[in-house]
Nanobody, 128 residues
Framework: QLQLVESGGGLVQPGGSLKLSCAAS????????IGWFRQAPGKEREGVSC????????NYADSVKGRFTISRDNAKNTVYLQMNSLKPEDTAIYYC?????????????????????WGQGTQVTVSS
């Protein structure tokens, strides 16, 4: 059974850092694009970052460019989101999602409909 589990969330002060992990079980990540999304209370889910199944392409929302970095370690079957210089507006539940990409492996879109499998989310709170 395909499963994604996020971890690494927590409470951090503004300007601090967190590293989120998205671990896959029941399948290997090699042919999957992975996206990170977030949803704050009362707001729609928004795309944060995405890495293609080949690992050669990454995308970021304008609000996190220069602060967040997505990476993947296929040997560990895990994708990471390094978040630096965190701001209160980054507070949200963060979800990872997977999309199988055997062809056109350089493509990764930060839209929910691109992905077929989702994790349960991890809470990130940025507050002093």
């Amino acid at each position: 059974q395909l499963q994604l589990v996020e971890s690494g969330g927590g409470l951090v002060q503004p300007g601090g850092s967190l590293k989120l992990s998205c671990a896959a079980s029941g399948f290997t990540l090699d042919y999957y694009a992975i996206g990170w999304f977030r949803q704050a209370p009362g707001k729609e889910r928004e795309g944060v970052s995405c890495i293609s199944s080949s690992g050669g392409s990454t995308n970021y929302a304008d609000s996190v460019k220069g602060r967040f970095t997505i990476s993947r370690d296929n040997a560990k079957n895990t994708v990471y989101l390094q978040m630096n210089s965190l701001k209160p507006e980054d507070t949200a539940i963060y979800y990872c999602a997977a999309a199988r990409r055997v062809t056109l492996r350089a493509i990764c879109l930060m839209t929910p409909s691109f992905f077929s499998s989702w994790g349960q989310g991890t809470q990130v709170t940025v507050s002093s």
